[in-house]
């Protein structure tokens, strides 16, 4: 079946090491996304790609950093610089206009 | 740029009772219209959309929503609520010329017996 992965659901980090979380997708989705999700905050946008070797600042892209180099993969790091890392964060990609976004299953990232 | 409010963030309501969660957006285009669920430590789920033709959209659960374009709604109902439906509930919205989706703020519903 056709979906998008995300990889670890957990991840426990140290303060002041870079982590990387995976996303995988085989829909053959032209964009992807990366959101980060706190406790009544909603949906805040990290960054975006829409096509392969490109990729876009969202709203609160400082401290984060992305690569898209193959259609499939859209993986973040999550860098030192970033003040507050700990949250929710969850992948998403999306195909033609009408079609929405189909989300992974999120990585609950805890830094201590 | 288009933007989407939900109104209230949180929906106490008791089990068999109805439900409704208030949504509205803003866009100067022709916009489709999205409402997500998401349960505790997962991600979202899409719930229904409303591309085109007829404004009264159907889940496959019970959840319907009607766009109103007069008003730029697109508000969720549910005429009896299980225990299940306790989750949040996210509004979306993208123009017809673009990729991405613009999300409201999320309403919590707790669904009480």
């Known amino acids: 079946d056709g979906g998008i992965t995300q990889s670890p659901k957990y991840l426990f980090r140290k303060e002041g090491q870079n982590v990387t979380l995976s996303c995988e997708q085989n829909?053959?989705?032209?964009?992807m996304y990366w959101y980060r999700q706190d406790p009544g905050q909603g949906l805040r946008l990290i960054y975006y790609s829409q096509i392969v070797n490109d990729f876009q600042k969202g709203d609160i892209a400082e401290g984060y950093s992305v690569s898209r180099e193959k259609k499939e993969s859209f993986p973040l790091t999550v860098t030192s610089a970033q003040k507050n890392p700990t949250a929710f964060y969850l992948c998403?990609?999306?195909?033609?206009?009408?079609?929405?976004?189909?989300f992974g299953s999120g990585t609950r990232l805890t830094v201590v | 740029a288009q933007s989407v409010t939900q109104l209230d963030s949180q929906v106490p309501v008791f089990e068999e009772a109805p439900v409704e969660l208030r949504c509205n957006y803003s866009?100067?285009?022709?916009?489709?219209l999205f409402w997500y669920v998401q349960y505790p430590n997962q991600g979202l789920q899409l719930l229904l959309k409303?591309?085109?033709?007829?404004?009264l959209v159907e889940s496959i659960n019970g959840f319907e929503a009607e766009f109103n374009k007069s008003q730029t709604s697109f508000h969720l109902r549910k005429p009896s609520v299980h225990i299940s439906d306790t989750a949040e509930y996210f509004c979306?919205?993208?123009?017809?010329?673009?990729?991405?989706?613009?999300f409201g703020a999320g309403t919590t519903v707790t669904v009480r017996a």
């Open positions: 866009s100067s285009v022709s916009v489709y």
């Open positions: 829909l053959n989705h032209d964009a």
């Open positions: 979306a919205v993208r123009t017809v010329n673009d990729y991405k989706l613009s």
């Open positions: 409303y591309l085109s033709g007829s404004t």
């Open positions: 998403a990609s999306g195909g033609q206009a009408n079609y929405g976004y189909t």
